[in-house]
């Protein structure tokens, strides 16, 4: 009797075709595969490639086997499929808002004085500690519902406007909490030297003493904390505080990431990268020293176009000179009540280009495969490849992903699938 050798088969859950693939996984490029397939296993990408190169068999459903019956064939109409995006920098977890500080700025004062008057962070660290649980997640959830209608798949939220541990515990709570609710993948970051609490006031080394040797140690323990973020500047904290923080971070076992030369050059950056952080964010002061400290370390530099256009900031970051040291740039809402009141990441995307002059290729990984990165999540998603997590948005009225870019105040989401799954966002 003779055996003759059967296809081999794919056992896949779902498959994509007619589809134009921006994988994101060519560095400062889309890494374009026109006319591609992708195929879904496991809630994980199993297969991406042209739809050509096909394995042999793949499209036949094989009635005899109930496994192959299984699998699902989309036909994504010729449109663009990027990776699901990533917003890597967030404090979307608050209470209020802080529209008369706005005006108040227009008027001439500046975010620093604001600060310095007991208005600015603290204001809002007032508003989160009185607001219960539930009405926190209500107004948090309110905010993240346009990021997902952009196809946001993965958000990093901070907390920091608690500053004592029953507020940041409830911040993180909520943060979580809003992962579930919606199905996305939430990185939360302890942020508790972002400002000092008025009970510390004129006791800031007491305070961080608070955070290095209660709140770290407590929160790392409950599992509420995925990083540790620290404010390095004139209105936060100093370096060697800083270097504290981070010191007590690496004893929890918590990667760090640091707000760095934000408003002035505190070669935080730096010292952010000496402690392997995962990124360093806004950036605006960054030196020389600090961008090759980054590059040594491979710290990912997390650009936050919208709060430099809401401070009206004249300062760019170095972002000639972080490309050609070859730094990974991610690109973030920074979505919070004072300095980026917005839920667009398209928004940011087109300003990362406008203001800071990445192309839109680098912006669009910039929500992508290097945000990925600055969360440590670049072996699970942020890419179009094999083995990552099927989470991927097609787009409308597209020529090209660049157009992602381009356009302004216009959101061309078709569909969102995570986890292999189609998500349902909220009107
Ligand atoms: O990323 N710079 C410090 N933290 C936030 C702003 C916080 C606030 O003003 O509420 C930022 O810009
Ligand atoms: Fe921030």
């Not at 009405?135 to 997902?148: C, D, T």
């Not at 946001?152 to 500053?163: D, F, H, N, R, W």
């Not at 360093?280 to 176009?305: F, K, Q, R, Y």
């Amino acid at each position: 009797m003779s055996v003759r050798s059967a296809p081999p088969r794919q056992r896949w859950d779902a498959l994509w075709v007619n589809a134009q693939l921006a994988t994101m996984t060519v560095a400062s490029a889309y890494g374009t595969i026109m006319d591609g397939a992708l195929a879904v296993k496991d809630r994980r990408i199993a297969w991406v490639g042209p739809r050509r190169e096909l394995p042999a068999g793949a499209l036949d459903a094989r009635i005899d086997d109930p496994d192959d019956a299984k699998m699902v064939v989309h036909d994504a109409g010729g449109r663009w499929m990027t990776p699901g995006l990533i917003d890597c920098h967030t404090h979307i977890v608050h209470a209020g808002n802080r529209a008369r500080e706005f005006e108040l700025r227009l008027k001439g004062a500046s975010y620093e004085s604001i600060e310095r008057e007991g208005g600015g962070i603290a204001a809002t660290v007032a508003a989160t500690r009185a607001a219960a649980e539930d009405e926190l997640l209500e107004q948090s959830a309110a905010r993240l519902a346009p990021l997902l209608r952009e196809g946001v798949t993965t958000i990093e939220i901070k907390s920091g406007y608690g500053l004592d541990l029953d507020t940041e515990a409830k911040m993180l709570r909520v943060a979580r909490r809003l992962g579930h609710r919606f199905g996305i993948r939430v990185r939360t970051s302890y942020l508790g030297a972002h400002a000092l609490p008025r009970e510390f006031a004129g006791r800031p080394d007491a305070y961080v003493d608070f955070v290095c040797d209660d709140v770290i140690p407590s929160l790392a323990s409950t599992g509420l904390v995925d990083a540790v973020d620290a404010f390095c500047d004139t209105i936060g904290f100093t370096r060697a505080q800083t270097a504290r923080v981070f010191e007590a971070a690496q004893r929890a076992g918590l990667p760090v990431k640091l707000h760095a030369e934000q408003l002035s050059d505190q070669d935080g950056a730096a010292l952010a990268a000496s402690y392997r952080a995962l990124s360093a964010d806004h950036l605006e002061h960054l030196s020389a020293a600090g961008i090759e400290a980054m590059a040594a370390a491979g710290t990912v530099a997390v650009l936050l176009p919208t709060a430099f256009y809401f401070l009206r900031d004249t300062r760019v970051p170095p972002v000639a000179a972080l490309r050609k040291a070859g730094v990974p740039m991610a690109v973030a809402t920074d979505c919070n009540p004072g300095t980026s009141p917005t839920t667009s990441l398209l928004l940011a995307l087109n300003m990362a280009c406008t203001l800071f002059r990445l192309t839109p290729a680098e912006a669009l990984a910039g929500v992508t495969r290097h945000a990925a990165h600055a969360l440590g999540l670049q072996n699970r998603c942020g890419m179009l490849q094999a083995g990552l997590a099927a989470d991927f948005v097609l787009w409308d009225d597209l020529e090209s992903p660049g157009e992602l870019a381009y356009r302004l105040g216009y959101n061309p989401c078709h569909r969102i699938v995570r986890g292999g799954t189609f998500a349902v966002v909220p009107s």
